[in-house]
């Protein structure tokens, strides 16, 4: 089983609607959760990060995190076709300093 | 501010060959790190620098070797190229600071093919 897993995708969604990409982790220790962004033949850049359970939100993204499932979300509302690119979910595992885990990433394509 | 810098961008190795993969911050952050990500496999840590001076493995070390210049400047070296190590390499940096979140940076990353 991987660290950190994602649904590769793609996930299709239509302009204006909510994507929401999932990711789970296995090391039930982990306390720092990240959402990265990833245009084609681009650098990840940070959109979200969350410490604690519940939601957090910023601007039309909402990170939500269940620690007792061992689940991290992200929602996108009002989806635009500028948030098609691969959204990687990274973690700290327990005991891991400053070390990210990454995800597989999932890659989300909004249609016009 | 640059950021995190990389050089070269491409590059094309046969089997065998050596090279070195350079990266230097201009944001002062104590702790650098490089990567290598393959299709649907997210990034993968190859070493990470957690401060000028000292240097660890990360999930992928074979291969590779790194070398913590300065505070600025961490590099990744390829002693005898093999085509399993056909990736996009990307360097990133934090401050990582106790306390804070770890942001990390990434520079543009290098595309290596090796034939």
């Not at chain 2, 070390?61 to 990736?87: C, D, I, M, W």
């Not at chain 2, 934090?94 to 290098?110: K, R």
Request: aromatic fraction near 12%; glycine fraction near 8%; proline fraction near 4%.
């Amino acid at each position: 089983q991987k660290e950190v897993e994602q649904n590769s995708g793609p996930l299709s969604v239509p302009e204006g609607a909510i994507a929401s990409l999932n990711c789970t982790y296995s090391d039930r220790g982990s306390q720092s959760f990240f959402w990265y962004r990833q245009y084609s033949g681009k650098s990840p850049e940070l959109i979200m990060f969350i410490y604690s359970n519940g939601d957090k939100e910023d601007g039309r993204f909402t990170a939500q995190l269940n620690k007792a499932s061992q689940y991290v979300s992200l929602l996108i509302r009002d989806s635009q076709p500028s948030d098609s690119a691969t959204y990687l979910c990274a973690v700290v595992l327990n005991n891991a300093g400053n070390m990210l885990t990454f995800g597989g990433g999932t890659r989300l394509m909004v249609k016009p | 501010n640059a950021g995190v810098t990389q050089t070269p961008k491409f590059q094309v190795l046969k089997t065998g060959q050596s090279m070195t993969l350079q990266c230097a911050q201009d944001m002062n952050h104590n702790s650098m790190y490089w990567y290598r990500q393959d299709p649907g496999m997210g990034l993968r840590l190859i070493y990470y620098s957690a401060s000028e001076g000292t240097t660890d493995k990360g999930e992928v070390p074979n291969g590779y070797n790194v070398s913590r210049l300065n505070k600025r400047e961490f590099s990744l070296r390829l002693e005898s190229a093999a085509p399993s190590q056909t990736s996009v390499y990307f360097c990133a940096s934090s401050e990582a600071l106790a306390g804070s979140y770890n942001e990390q940076f990434f520079g543009p990353g290098t595309r290596l093919t090796v034939l």
